[in-house]
């Protein structure tokens, strides 16, 4: 499956985003989806991930209450709506995807880069 994300720009702190991830060249909903975040010179972090339904999402800590991570699977698509943004969101922003609730994630998109200015 190819995974492209779209949406990533600048914005002021405060502010809201969505990001979106078109899934192609396998049936989506065969697929739990992801969202992971690299900051500057770290490694990735976990943002939460959705099944392949949409009925069940999981967050990390730091996201929780602000991210809602969603999806159309009418569409092919993954959503990241993320609100009350802060300078520490800034990161680049990757979907990832896996056959129904195997362990690893397979797929990836190249990203899209949020930043977040005080």
């Known amino acids: 499956v190819q995974l492209v994300e779209s949406g990533g720009g600048l914005v002021q702190a405060g502010s809201s985003l969505v990001l979106s991830c078109l899934a192609s060249?396998?049936?989506?909903?065969?697929?739990?989806m992801a969202w992971f975040r690299q900051f500057p010179g770290k490694g990735r972090e976990f943002v939460g991930d959705?099944?392949?339904?949409?009925?069940?999402?999981t967050y990390a800590t730091s996201v929780k209450g602000r991210f809602t991570i969603s999806r159309d699977n009418n569409k092919n698509t993954l959503y990241l709506q993320m609100s009350d943004l802060k300078p520490e969101d800034t990161a680049v922003y990757s979907c990832?995807?896996?056959?129904?609730?195997?362990?690893?994630?397979?797929?990836w998109g190249q990203g899209t880069r949020v930043t977040v200015s005080s």
């Open positions: 060249g396998r049936p989506f909903d065969n697929y739990d």
């Open positions: 990832a995807a896996r056959y129904w609730s195997t362990p690893d994630w397979m797929y």
């Open positions: 959705i099944d392949w339904s949409g009925g069940t999402t």
